[in-house]
Nanobody, 128 residues
Framework: QVQLVESGGGSVQAGGSLRLSCAAS????????MGWFRQAPGKVHEGVAD???????TYAESVKGRFTVSRDNAKNTLYLGMNNLKAEDSAIYYC??????????????????????WGQGTQVTVSS
């Protein structure tokens, strides 16, 4: 059974930093594209960053230069380092695993296509 469990969310002031973690189990984590998505109140899910099985990364324009996605295959864990946080980064953050193995599918981040499993989410609140 696939399980994705996020942690590390919290409340910070603008300009602060957080590191989110996503512990994965029930599938071959090292072989799958993984991603971070977020949903703010009243808004649709938005892709934040993804990382393929080859380590290649993609970021939403709004977080480039501030967020870093990484993975530790030995620990079956996905990370999202977030620096210089802004009020507009406030949202519930979810990790997700792509269907199948290999590189991230086309439009995985931009259109949320090819998502096979979601975590339960972790709240990030940034106060200005």
């Amino acid at each position: 059974q696939v399980q994705l469990v996020e942690s590390g969310g919290g409340s910070v002031q603008a300009g602060g930093s957080l590191r989110l973690s996503c512990a994965a189990s029930g599938f071959m984590f090292s072989r799958n594209c993984m991603g971070w998505f977020r949903q703010a109140p009243g808004k649709v899910h938005e892709g934040v960053a993804d990382i393929g099985s080859d380590g290649m990364t993609t970021y939403a324009e709004s977080v480039k230069g501030r967020f870093t996605v990484s993975r530790d295959n030995a620990k079956n864990t996905l990370y999202l380092g977030m620096n210089n946080l802004k009020a507009e980064d406030s949202a519930i953050y979810y990790c997700a695993a792509a269907v199948g193995e290999g590189s991230c599918p086309w439009a995985f981040l931009s259109q949320l296509l090819g998502i096979g499993a979601w975590g339960q989410g972790t709240q990030v609140t940034v106060s200005s």
